[in-house]
């Protein structure tokens, strides 16, 4: 089983084994319980210089970590060392639903009032105020617009509240049981319910698996506010929490914060003992089998449990992981090789290792591979069979290094990244630190730390560690889950795994990549044009080949750059007799590698460089695209090259999409969202087979031959616009582009209007659709949509957005908080830029299927209040300041200039100027505005009811 919670981005990374001098920690007074555990006092990891650490007396400790992108921002989090382990029987889903109710009233914000007050300071609901709870912790999160004392001072002051001044209002907890119970709902799923069996399975003596963060429904429906109250005050003491705060920042003035509204919090008369997990079972061999007929696949896993105390955080510790995580690397590897053979019975693997949930008790070792049912025998002897020959036989040289040059360029981009690192993710990083109890570390010094150990890592080391995780003395699980029905499953499952291990396996081949075959190109290209937009800092070009050039340099994300090359027409192209045919290029065209060089042979001949080549069918253009860095520009531009000139349309690309069609064909047509992207989709679209998923059939038919019959001359000689946005050097990377876009064979000077393909329409006569599924899950959605307009009359596209902010709102007032029949309901607008006076703005609320009327009749009665202009100026200034400053947030991403901005500037060069009035016409917004579109749109259609159900 993988970890359900993600595993800390990037190489596990070295330091030297020394405490940094002048990073000393306050003593705890004596009267306080000894505060959060930092891992860098117990292990001899160094931390990063940067922070700033504290701890007041009542046992409270801070990090603060001045940080300047973006500009003008603070990022703060309470961690409170504090989940769902720490309930009771009778508390189960407490600690969840103590972080609901922080939003609803404390000593300062009443409730009812405290998100609308957030907004009016430029803080939207979910986006700049969140929150999450898991087995052992809860964080609270606000990311502050600007860095004004006064909103300083009051972003203190609700995380002080969260930490001692919650009210729990009788009437807001029954309120919220609602919400509760419909987030349960939405995360119900054959993925969820198979990894509860999992979890049960692995660890049936152990507090875990009877704890889960969401809880249990009847604590949910009946616990009393006295039960809120005992874990609250019991829990949620000073000695537990950590205030983390990043952002362009003061030290002193924040240290002066911290101590204003936390000192005063009362110490906890004493160390509350932490709860008892119970044991891991040594069962030797075990076996579970659980059947989900909703499933798409069946999941085949081999799995170690090792009781294990954490070590500290030591040079030593992260040396041992490094070798763990090269050895599964190369396991992962040899799996994602395989499952490409014609004759291969798994659609994907991997292998993992990993610290259970990072709760101190256990590591978790294992591999797992997909596969249909009828394959489940050859896809369990296969897992055990690749596992057996790695700890018998271990990894090649050539896996090796392929596998360190991964890492040691993952730390590279780290450290190249540093001073770019943008606040919310340093403060997420730190909290996240402190659940694992792992050093926050300098990506500077860690660069210097992991090269010099990767340099040490031998094959035989990684193999023998691999082989001490398995060596026997702890318990080894077989899981089968998914869609397949196995008679007599534990002594089946025991048997064919047994049978597997009778036949020998030899060492893995030796292989050597060969050199690229694309890196001789042409003479450079000849600038035909090149134009400097001075106010937007964006050069253009034009090459004599019609190939078309836009570069932007920008100072957002250090030591990255994003290329994203347009070509042709996209979907607007795709032929009328092949529906679907996009959907199949999407997904087979990069996999299919190129003329000299599979994919498997390109990951290697490209490892320890940042370089890809994703293909897209997009509505109005074919797209190649990568991430890279300012060193590894040129091979970028030459992959993108060689994928437009010498494509490789390989049928492994084919045959593992076919491979994978069963589990994307069941989600889509047993889950409320695969229908609504399938099924609604068309249907919103008049019924053009241009959108939502083609017939399976179709799909299954097709072949590479049919794939390069629509793509060859759309790649060779169609319209070509290249965007180049990042760490740049302008001149240079036009240089490159030169050396091997330029001097391509002359393209198409315009591309066509495609006038006829544009024509799409909304159902405007329809007021009602319902769409069915087969599931035992009780979840469905209703949907409610409003035709409006495309995007070019960009003014009123950014009233429409604003609009559609202020119904957002409205749901979560009415659908979440006075119904509580919704988790998230949420609205947007989507106008189209490719079709013609097309687009809707919607309402989307995830719920129990009975509610379906009742929850249309509540979103349709808002648009309708709406349609007669019942809007404030104050609900139009809660809307609008969040989105401003999330516009501005936006602005400050390589992935707005690229995008929105430069990817089809000449093609449509009124992008620019959408580009210039971003801001100021957002802010020019007035409610007159809103209240005439919402006449216009709300009051000219009733809207279209759309219900997603399972079937009676």
């Known amino acids: 089983m993988k970890n359900s919670r993600s595993l800390p981005a990037g190489p596990i990374l070295f330091l030297a084994a020394a405490v940094l001098p002048g990073v000393a920690l306050a003593q705890k007074p004596a009267a306080a319980p000894a505060p959060v555990p930092l891992a860098q006092e117990s292990g001899d990891i160094p931390v990063d210089p940067a922070v700033t650490w504290g701890l007041l007396d009542n046992g409270l400790r801070y990090a603060i970590l001045p940080n300047p992108e973006p500009p003008g921002r603070v990022s703060l989090r309470l961690y409170v060392d504090a989940g769902s382990l720490m309930e009771e029987d009778d508390q189960q889903g407490l600690a969840h639903f103590l972080e609901h109710m922080a939003f609803n009233g404390t000593t300062h914000f009443p409730a009812g009032e405290m998100v609308e007050y957030f907004q009016r300071l430029g803080m939207g609901f979910g986006s700049h105020t969140n929150a999450h709870t898991s087995f052992h912790e809860t964080v609270y999160k606000l990311e502050l617009p600007n860095t004004k004392p006064e909103i300083l001072d009051e972003g203190f002051k609700l995380l002080s509240d969260y930490a001692d001044g919650m009210r729990l209002p009788e009437a807001e907890i029954e309120r919220e049981r609602g919400v509760i119970l419909s987030e349960k709902r939405s995360r119900d799923s054959v993925g969820w319910r198979t990894m509860v069996e999992q979890l049960k399975f692995i660890l049936p003596e152990n507090l875990t698996s009877r704890r889960l963060p969401i809880g249990e429904e009847d604590v949910i429906k009946k616990a009393p506010r006295e039960r809120f109250e005992t874990f609250y005050r019991k829990w949620y003491t000073p000695d537990r929490m950590v205030l983390i705060a990043v952002g362009d920042i003061e030290v002193p003035a924040l240290e002066a914060l911290v101590k204003k509204h936390f000192a005063s919090t009362k110490a906890a008369p004493q160390k509350q003992p932490e709860p008892a997990m119970g044991t891991v079972a040594k069962r030797g061999l075990a076996v579970h089998f659980h059947p989900e007929p909703e499933a798409g696949e069946v999941s085949v896993s081999i799995d170690t449990l090792k009781p294990r105390v954490n070590p500290p955080d030591t040079a030593a510790e992260r040396a041992r992981k490094l070798r763990l995580d090269l050895a599964n690397s190369i396991l992962s590897r040899r799996l994602e090789k395989i499952a490409k053979r014609e004759d291969s019975p798994i659609s994907d693997g991997s292998g993992y290792y990993y610290d259970f949930y990072d709760l101190n008790f256990a590591e978790y070792g294992g591999i797992e591979v997909s596969c249909k049912a009828a394959k489940w025998k050859d896809a369990l002897a296969l897992a055990e069979q690749e596992l057996r020959r790695a700890l018998e036989h271990g990894f090649t040289e050539a896996e090796l290094t392929e596998a360190k040059a991964n890492v040691e360029n993952h730390a590279e981009l780290i450290a190249k990244s540093k001073a770019t690192r943008k606040s919310s993710d340093l403060a997420d990083l730190l909290a996240a630190r402190l659940g694992e109890r792992r050093v926050f570390t300098d990506p500077a010094a860690d660069l210097e730390r992991v090269t010099a150990e990767l340099g040490k890592v031998t094959a035989a080391e990684c193999r023998d560690l691999l082989r001490e995780m398995w060596d026997g003395s702890h318990e080894v699980l077989l899981l089968v889950t998914g869609n397949v029905e196995i008679p007599e499953p534990g002594e089946t499952i025991l048997s064919a795994y047994q049978e597997s291990q009778k036949s020998p396996v030899e060492p893995p081949a030796q292989t050597e990549a060969a050199a690229f075959a694309y890196a001789e190109v042409p003479a450079p290209g000849k600038i035909a044009r090149r134009d400097e937009i001075e106010d937007l800092e964006i050069v253009q070009a034009r090459f004599e080949n019609q190939v078309r050039l836009n570069l ?245 596209t950014r009233r429409i957005g604003l609009l559609g902010a202020v119904l957002d709102d409205r749901l979560r007032v009415k659908i979440r908080e006075e119904l509580g029949d919704a988790y998230s309901p949420f609205a947007h607008n989507l106008p189209s830029d490719t079709f013609f006076d097309y687009g809707y703005l919607f309402a989307s609320v995830t719920i129990d299927p009975p509610q379906a009327e009742k929850v249309t009749a509540a979103v349709k009665q808002i648009g309708a209040d709406l349609a007669t202009g019942d809007i404030s100026q104050d609900e139009l200034d809660r809307a609008k300041k969040p989105q401003i400053v999330q516009i501005e947030e936006y602005r400050r991403t390589n992935g707005y200039w690229l995008n929105s901005v430069l990817e089809s500037s000449q093609e449509y060069p009124r992008r620019l100027d959408w580009a210039r009035t971003f801001v100021k016409d957002y802010e020019a917004i007035a409610l007159d505005d809103l209240k005439a579109l919402a006449k216009e749109y709300f009051g000219g259609h009733e809207g279209l009811t759309v219900t997603i159900l399972p079937k009676p």
């Open 552 to 796: 932007k340099k920008t100072d957002f994300e250090d030591a990255t750059i994003y290329v994203k090359a347009r070509i042709g027409g996209g979907r607007l192209t795709e032929p009328k007799d092949k529906p679907g045919l996009a959907f199949f290029a999407s997904a087979v065209f990069s996999d299919g590698g190129l003329e000299a060089h599979g994919i498997d042979e390109l990951k290697q001949l490209f490892a320890g460089k940042t370089v890809s080549a994703r293909f897209s069918v997009e509505d109005d253009a074919f797209t190649l695209s990568g991430r890279t860095t300012p060193e590894d520009l040129r091979d970028q531009l030459l992959l993108m090259r060689a994928y437009l000139t010498a494509p490789g349309y390989r049928d492994e690309a084919v045959t593992s999409f076919r491979r994978e069609l069963d589990d994307f064909y069941q989600q889509i047509g047993t889950t409320p969202r695969g229908l609504m992207q399938n099924e609604v989709d068309r249907f919103l679209h008049g019924g053009d087979t241009r959108f939502g998923y083609p017939e399976r059939t179709a799909v299954e038919g097709w072949t590479m031959n049919e794939l390069r019959g629509w793509l060859a001359t759309a790649l060779a000689e169609d319209y070509l616009e290249l965007s180049i946005v990042g760490d740049i050097d302008p001149d240079t990377a036009l240089e490159l582009a030169a050396e091997t876009f330029g001097n391509l064979p002359a393209r198409a000077e315009e591309k066509p209007d495609y006038a006829a393909a544009r024509a799409v329409s909304f159902p405007r006569r329809e007021t009602a659709k319902a769409f069915a599924f087969s599931s035992s899950i009780a979840k469905g959605m209703a949907l409610v949509y409003w035709p409006t307009a495309d995007i070019f009359d960009i003014e009123k």
